[in-house]
């Protein structure tokens, strides 16, 4: 079969596995992570409310990475942003196991999109600031900030201060803080937007290991299609204006992936179907406010 025609019945097969996310079954396992039915709104001074989310509904398994991808103006930031606890939603809510987020959550390690570093602090004293502030002693807090050096690939920079590092190596350290104080759900936003493209690349594999490694459960939101189709179990898309849930798309590409799985037929299926779903929206909203 050719390459063409392998890319063609791939798309036809991922297109017709594509479901809504209320069709979609999660068996007996109970998700680590479970948005449930979060609606928000922008209060405004003299025009009514302004939906920017309607209804999300997503559940993240034990080990599993998925990532969350839409057009401008779907409610990414703003969803992330109830996950954080740092705002409320007007209705529906967040669970971590069995217990509501209603504010900033210990459970939840985040990875914002600048790797807010502390620049006078060593790239230990950094990974082990989360601990010292809850209690930990010098000593556990550095050796657990060393194991998590040594696990995102940066043994021998502990001593170094965060002006030495490339914008790669400061993104993993900025990884491993979180990943030290052990939470149940990694949640990260646009990790490597601040990246130039060939380092973005390199990163996504060495994220890959990193989190196979810890065993992470993980949500990220990204813009990058490609991005979430390499590094997710699943890819949920997001409708804009306001921002629901148009498909959920399982990836079946098997792991450890390499950057090389990205130059076969079934990725660029995935990445295809996912775009036009996307391009769809754009379309359709387009001829709304026209």
Known sequence: MSSVRKATVATEEIGAAMTTATERSVGRIRPVLAIEDVSHSFKRKHADPLPVLQQIRVQVMPGEVVALVGPSGCGKTTLFRILAGLISPDQGGVLVGNKE?????????????????????????????????????????????????????????????????????????????????????????????ALDAQTREIMQEELMSIWQRAGSTVLFITHQIDEAVFLADKVVVMRARPGRIATSLDIDLPRPRTLDVKRGPIFTSYVDVIWGEIETQVRESARLEG
Request: glycine share 10%; aromatic share 6%; hydrophobic share 40%.
């Open 101 to 193: 987020v209603r504010g900033p959550d210990a459970e939840l390690g985040f990875v914002f999109q600048n790797d807010r570093l502390m620049p006078w602090k060593t790239v230990r004293q950094n990974v082990a600031f989360g601990l010292r502030a809850r209690g930990v002693s010098k000593g556990s807090a550095h050796a657990k900030a060393d194991e998590m050096i040594e696990l995102v690939g940066l043994r021998g920079f502990g001593d170094s201060l965060p002006h030495q590092l490339s914008g790669g190596m400061r993104q993993r350290v900025n990884i491993a803080r979180s990943l030290a104080l052990e939470p149940k759900v990694l949640l990260m936003d646009e990790p490597f937007s």
